[in-house]
């Protein structure tokens, strides 16, 4: 004969003649389907934490949190929607609620003409580098480059470019995350933008990328 | 009718995405017959495609996958008591 022991599953499964199997079957549906559905996004939520946060450890542990959270709340995601797009946001309100604080510095603008010579100009970069086949260009570019462009124009400034292209964030979104107006993410992202285009203008014509 | 120093305001937000719609009909109508504006709304059109389509994810450590997947196993369930259950003993007659 069996007593409960508090909160012994063993003793209220055989108490109450489940088998085990049974028990888990709900926390291994979860388990599954978050292994394939959240789990594949990893990558994607790290590297906009590591954006959010600045620092590897930082990312870790709010990756971690991020993952956590989109288990126990799993059953409020609605199948067949951007689970990306999900995740990011938990990671936003998670880096807002309680990493924002800590991990900020003040914010910088570094684009400035000296640095930049193009960012006032306006270069029309992609402008001429139409082709026959539309999609060369774009081909043309490396990552290396692109990667190598993004770095140059300051940590501030890329950071925005990638919430914006690469996380989707929107610019309210963008706002609450630098903690800035939304009229500062505007203006930001646009001379940011001015300066990639300057910058693969360039690299564009050294490589004859760019036709004249 | 907006002028060119107006439309590159909002060439930025248009391609994000997030130009209000009076703004966004505005922009349309000076880029109908602006072809330097037109230019470059399809320039950072462009951009945006560029950096979505060659920025590298930093990979998560392998470690992180793992930490995350014990912590899921172990939420998932509490923990299973290994200790001896206890059983109550029969009744027998009432101690004298």
Redesign the interface.
Known sequence: MLTMCGSCPVALREALFISEDAMLTDEKQRQKFFRETALPHLNAVYDSAIRLAGNEADAEDLTQTTFLKAYRFIDKFREGTDCKAWLLTILKNTFINQYRKRIRGPVTIELDEEKFPGVKDQPKLVTTIESESGETELMGMLDEEVEAALGSIGEESRKIVLLSDVDGFSYKEIAEIMGCPVGTVRSRLSRARRALRALLHKYAMQHGILRK | MIDCKKA??Y???CV?G?LEQHLHELLDAHVAGCP?CE??L???R????????????????DK??Q???R???N????P??T?A????PPRGPAAP
Request: include cysteine; hydrophobic fraction near 50%.
């Open positions: 590159s305001q060439i930025t937000a994000d997030q330097d230019a470059t399809f320039a950072e462009r951009l945006k495609e560029m950096v979505q389509l060659h920025h590298k994810l930093t990979p998560a450590p992180l996958q930490a995350i997947m912590a899921i196993e939420v998932a369930l509490p299973l008591c200790g259950i206890p059983v109550v």
